[in-house]
């Protein structure tokens, strides 16, 4: 049953759609807008990781990149939401673009380790330096203009605004991975060399990927300063580059789907598990040991098959 939701992008957006109204509803507006936003995150670092075979220890370098380019745009030079916003997915592909010439020739340990490790200089950066224009600690409050019914202050209008750009990642992603371009991807990730014999440049795919991954990792950041008005040091810690690898461990690498079904999971587990136990990171310990061992294809690759 669940096998045919995703050959029918119709389904997909549907089932996504509906499964956020109600969880919506039934919640916490703002806590599933944290959600909806996050499931993009994850679907722009799974398509590295899922759909080309690199991990990173780093995204959260370009999740914070596209943050404070939103935020620092609407704070020093004009609070435009929609510039703002374009700003930030410039800025995350921007920077994708001028590190991924370097990032891009390594692979495996290195590619993680070289993007742990720009991460950690970013944060250095957006901490001390650049403080003058980011902050510093205290980081920056946002306000955001507002045009008739367009306004960021109204949390449900935030709501319906992400959940519309979290159906247009997953359309945009899913006729992506499913091109001739997404299924060289695939390619490479399962052979590099014996696509390599056969007369594509694998570089020049990868490269682009790490830049389209840089992008919608970039517009979720930048989700993230318009949905709390605010930004600071938190949203580029190198530490929390942990929770995307465990949502798209947790949902299934390799499928849109299964990155928001692990984003959701993940948001679920870390906010509702801490308000009942002290220790709840032990418990998310054991469930990554247990997907990385015991359930590889996670809980949508899993489903399924139902």
Same mark, same amino acid.
């Given at each position: 049953?669940?096998?045919?939701?995703?050959?029918?992008?119709?389904?997909?957006?549907?089932?996504?759609?509906?499964?956020?109204?109600?969880?919506?509803?039934?919640?916490?507006?703002?806590?599933?807008?944290?959600?909806?936003?996050?499931?993009?995150?994850?679907?722009?670092?799974?398509?590295?990781?899922?759909?080309?075979?690199?991990?990173?220890?780093?995204?959260?370098?370009?999740?914070?990149?596209?943050?404070?380019?939103?935020?620092?745009?609407?704070?020093?030079?004009?609070?435009?939401?929609?510039?703002?916003?374009?700003?930030?997915?410039?800025?995350?592909?921007?920077?994708?673009?001028?590190?991924?010439?370097?990032?891009?020739?390594?692979?495996?340990?290195?590619?993680?380790?070289?993007?742990?490790?720009?991460?950690?200089?970013?944060?250095?950066?957006?901490?001390?330096?650049?403080?003058?224009? %980011?902050?510093?600690?205290?980081?920056?409050?946002?306000?955001?203009?507002?045009?008739?019914?367009?306004?960021?202050?109204?949390? %449900?209008?935030?709501?319906?605004?992400?959940?519309?750009?979290?159906?247009?990642?997953?359309?945009?992603?899913?006729?992506?991975?499913?091109?001739?371009?997404?299924?060289?991807?695939?390619?490479?990730?399962?052979?590099?060399?014996?696509?390599?014999?056969?007369?594509?440049?694998?570089?020049?795919?990868?490269?682009?990927?790490?830049?389209?991954?840089?992008?919608?990792?970039?517009?979720?950041?930048?989700?993230?300063?318009?949905?709390?008005?605010?930004?600071?040091?938190?949203?580029?810690?190198?530490?929390?580059?942990?929770?995307?690898?465990?949502?798209?461990?947790?949902?299934?690498?390799?499928?849109?789907?299964?990155?928001?079904?692990?984003?959701?999971?993940?948001?679920?587990?870390?906010?509702?598990?801490?308000?009942?136990?002290?220790?709840?990171?032990?418990?998310?310990?054991?469930?990554?040991?247990?997907?990385?061992?015991?359930?590889?294809?996670?809980?949508?690759?899993?489903?399924?098959?139902?």
């Amino acid at each position: 049953m669940f096998s045919k939701v995703e050959k029918y992008p119709a389904l997909t957006l549907a089932l996504i759609a509906v499964s956020f109204l109600i969880f919506g509803y039934s919640t916490s507006l703002p806590k599933i807008t944290d959600f909806i936003i996050f499931c993009i995150f994850v679907i722009g670092f799974d398509l590295l990781y899922g759909h080309m075979g690199q991990l990173s220890f780093g995204h959260m370098l370009y999740l914070g990149a596209g943050a404070y380019g939103c935020g620092m745009f609407a704070y020093h030079v004009y609070p435009d939401p929609f510039l703002s916003l374009l700003v930030g997915v410039l800025v995350g592909a921007g920077l994708a673009a001028i590190l991924g010439l370097v990032v891009v020739k390594t692979s495996h340990a290195a590619f993680a380790l070289l993007n742990l490790a720009l991460n950690e200089v970013g944060a250095y950066l957006v901490l001390s330096p650049l403080h003058t224009w %980011t902050g510093g600690e205290d980081g920056l409050s946002l306000f955001f203009k507002s045009y008739g019914f367009i306004n960021f202050s109204d949390r %449900t209008f935030r709501f319906y605004f992400c959940l519309a750009a979290l159906l247009l990642v997953v359309l945009l992603v899913v006729r992506l991975v499913r091109s001739p371009y997404g299924i060289l991807l695939k390619s490479i990730k399962e052979n590099e060399t014996r696509v390599k014999f056969l007369g594509y440049n694998t570089y020049m795919y990868k490269y682009v990927t790490f830049i389209i991954s840089g992008a919608i990792v970039g517009f979720s950041g930048a989700l993230t300063s318009l949905n709390l008005a605010y930004c600071n040091t938190s949203l580029m810690a190198p530490s929390r580059n942990v929770e995307v690898i465990f949502a798209a461990l947790m949902g299934g690498a390799g499928s849109v789907l299964g990155a928001v079904v692990g984003g959701t999971a993940f948001m679920t587990i870390s906010n509702y598990l801490a308000s009942y136990i002290v220790r709840w990171e032990m418990f998310l310990g054991v469930a990554l040991l247990a997907f990385a061992f015991w359930f590889r294809k996670g809980i949508w690759g899993y489903a399924r098959k139902l």
